[in-house]
């Protein structure tokens, strides 16, 4: 028992929990996104288990993976030997002391390599997606990249890292020539080695034998151990630097699609760094670490206040040279104004005598299609409930349909159904939803390695101003890609047929976050949105995108960069700033309505007139990407963590639910002015369980198939018998 607890791992993991338990809270976040504890939501488990590359999952992707984790562990290994090597003085005599420490201490690398494959065996038998031989193949996969790239990263070690006998000699004792200043440190870092020292009686070799610590040491002068100990950890500082140029070196090629790895490789990459950056700064400070860490962050703080450093992501298309428009409360009022709301509704009105002029009919049924946000879960689930109900209306969905609302991945899903329409590409053929299920996450997370975190060199051209390339560039070339290009336009495009009622409108929204108002993004006046029905008393709650950035070349922007504006998710997608003065930041439209009803019944309360007197009916076609009644949860706060954050997690979690219920007091108040005019139809992906498809912009096989499937759930059958009526 004795031999078992002096043994050099378990003493490894002492000296972590007792010195350097950051090291570990890597690990526990790895752990945790593997197992499903942390971001099972974002679908990040299914980013490790599941990766992508290459628009496929193959083994490569988990070649990849395998490098990745490989990596990680040395780092991790690397990183613990700088820090602490010195403390096992009898690593100093032994042959190839690294390796020794290594070996020794990949009982955490080990454990988590298995639990890793184990969790891939696992994910490929309950989805039930190709044959069960793949499984294996994956796994082999994953130990193919990571034994590879151990035994490259050894074979350097080997070669470079200098032993007790290089020092020394075999078979000599080296006579070291001492000034008085190199006593007098040798003693003090003998001395602080001495006073640091754990004792370990056994370790494991190279060939996994257990031997006595007692071997060698007593024979070697302490100061040549020393020696062997500052040599590996310079040796060891040089790999760690090399390995973090080569990151940084991989921004050059980001654009070439074998160099985007699969989203859990880079955000492994990520943590690699950050353990070698944060094991240098233990290394240099030492005691000093905190007052360190605090100083480099200050310094990094201001350096981010200047103009080198600190970047604002821009709208793509719009012109940031000349002067910024002033966003204040007597612009918004004039924006407001009653001449600009009116001139608004004169022209909707035309639009909407165009659009009644394409039917035969006096009274032609009009169509409202308002659409959720949720990601590319929304995105497939749009296109697929859109599918159908195009199918009822035997392919006249979008002939009827006046507008579109709503936010986020539904917006993108009914944009690009809109096109396909448009441009008379079959857009009830079952490759549209492979094509908007494709991967997008990859590209961008890359981007976000090797590019946003540091400084931003390569640029690109659009509208005729350059612009920097970053993770929303990669986001929107990514969709351009998938949906072979069919949205990549300014908006200026969709006017003419939009006006002309040879497409839906579709309104793009999103929320300003200096204020919390609405930005309504279109080709098309949209003061009318922007007051309430008591324009003398009513805060102003939205703001024209023409009129505020009329100097700006608004017409130019970016159909692409309009909708990730309504898609703007935290640290995913960055917020884009617009060129006003304060400048205007932009969040995601799910944050003041994730459906868009309140945009949808907006357009009926101020057209109410024409509408009756026009139309033989408004049909409301709502695309959820939740359940409207979801179960209701019980309070699992039991501990008083759990007690503490159970307010604000609670909140967040009702978010949905109370922008449900605002939404239902909205539509009841404009269907008491309608009546039997007005008929709402609902479609909702409503599995709850714990395999529905995540929010993300990375789908798995078997998501998107439950995704698919969604549509025959029967409320959302019932919801296609009505169409049919």
């Not at 279109?522 to 102003?540: C, E, L, Q, V, Y």
Request: charged share 20%.
């Amino acid at each position: 028992m004795k031999k078992i607890w002096s043994s050099f791992p378990v003493q490894l993991i002492v000296v972590h929990v007792k010195y350097n338990q950051f090291l570990l809270v890597y690990w526990f976040i790895l752990f945790s996104a593997v197992g499903g504890s942390f971001g099972e939501n974002l679908g990040i488990p299914y980013l490790f288990l599941d990766p992508v590359y290459l628009d496929e999952v193959s083994i490569w992707g988990f070649i990849i993976m395998g490098i990745a984790v490989a990596g990680f562990g040395m780092a991790f290994n690397v990183t613990s030997y700088i820090l602490d090597g010195f403390r096992f003085p009898f690593l100093g005599t032994l042959p190839k002391p690294l390796a020794h420490f290594c070996i020794n201490n990949s009982l955490i690398p080990f454990s988590f390599l298995v639990f890793y494959v184990i969790k891939i065996i696992e994910f490929q038998r309950d989805a039930g997606v190709g044959e069960s031989s793949e499984a294996y193949v994956k796994v082999a996969g994953v130990l193919i990249g990571c034994i590879s790239f151990l035994i490259f990263l050894f074979a350097y070690f080997f070669k470079t890292n200098r032993d007790i006998f290089k020092v020394l000699g075999i078979n000599q004792q080296l006579k070291i020539k001492r000034t008085n200043s190199q006593k007098l440190k040798a003693f003090r870092k003998l001395q602080s080695l001495k006073r640091s020292r754990v004792r370990v009686d056994y370790y494991l070799s190279l060939r996994f034998k257990v031997y006595s610590t007692k071997r060698f040491e007593e024979y070697y002068d302490r100061l040549a151990i020393l020696r062997v100990f500052l040599q590996n950890q310079r040796n060891a500082i040089i790999i760690e630097s090399l390995v973090l140029l080569l990151i940084f070196s991989l921004g050059l090629f980001q654009d070439v699609a074998v160099f985007q790895i699969p989203a859990a490789a880079s955000g492994t990459l990520l943590l690699t760094m950050i353990v070698m950056l944060t094991g240098a700064l233990s290394f240099w400070f030492r005691s000093w670490i905190i007052s360190g860490v605090l100083g480099v962050f200050i310094i990094l703080n201001l350096a981010f206040t200047t103009n080198f450093l600190s970047y604002q992501y821009p709208a793509y298309g719009l012109n940031y040279e000349s002067t910024p428009a002033e966003y204040k409360l007597e612009n918004l009022q004039e924006y407001a104004s009653e001449k600009n709301v009116e001139a608004s509704k004169e022209y909707m009105l035309e639009v909407l005598e165009n659009w009644k002029a394409k039917f035969k009919e006096d009274k032609p049924r009009m169509v409202l299609i308002t659409v959720s946000g949720g990601g590319q879960r929304s995105a497939l689930w749009t296109t697929n409930v859109l599918q159908k109900a195009d199918s009822v209306f035997k392919g006249d969905l979008m002939n009827n349909t006046f507008m579109i609302t709503g936010a986020s991945g539904g917006l993108f899903g009914a944009a690009f159904y809109r096109e396909l329409a448009w441009k008379n590409l079959d857009p009830q053929a079952q490759e549209h939803l492979a094509d908007i299920s494709k991967d997008v996450l990859n590209p961008v997370i890359f981007s976000l390695l090797v590019n946003d975190l540091f400084i931003k060199f390569r640029n690109f051209e659009y509208g005729g101003f350059k612009y920097k390339k970053e993770r929303g560039y990669e986001f929107e070339q990514r969709l351009k890609s998938n949906l072979h290009g069919l949205l990549d336009n300014p908006i200026s495009a969709y006017r003419a047929p939009e006006y002309n009622a040879e497409i839906p409108l579709l309104i793009v929204g999103s929320t300003i976050t200096n204020d919390g108002r609405k930005l309504y993004v279109s080709p098309h006046p949209t003061a009318f949105f922007n007051t309430g029905a008591d324009r003398d008393h009513s805060k102003i709650q939205g703001v024209d995108f023409n009129l505020l950035l009329a100097q700006h070349q608004p017409d130019s922007l970016r159909f692409l960069t309009a909708l990730r504006m309504s898609a703007t998710f935290p640290y995913f997608s960055p917020s884009i700033v617009l060129p006003t003065k304060p400048r205007m930041s932009i969040a995601d439209a799910g944050i003041s309505d994730n459906y868009g009803i309140s945009d949808a019944t907006t357009f009926l309360h101020v057209f109410e007139d024409w509408i009756m007197e026009n139309t033989s009916e408004v049909v409301m076609i709502t695309i959820r990407d939740s359940s409207k009644e979801p179960p209701v949860e019980a309070d699992h706060s039991k501990n008083l963590i759990q007690k503490f954050i159970s307010p604000i997690q609670g909140a967040v979690k009702s978010w949905d639910q109370i922008q449900t219920i605002k939404n239902e007091q909205r539509f009841d108040m404009i269907s008491s002015d309608y009546g039997s005019h007005l008929r709402r139809v609902e479609f909702e992906y409503q599995n709850q369980k714990s395999n529905r498809a995540s929010l993300s912009w990375r789908l798995t096989d078997r998501e998107i198939l439950n995704i698919l499937d969604g549509i025959k759930d029967d409320i959302n059958q019932k919801a296609l018998k009505e169409l049919e009526k």
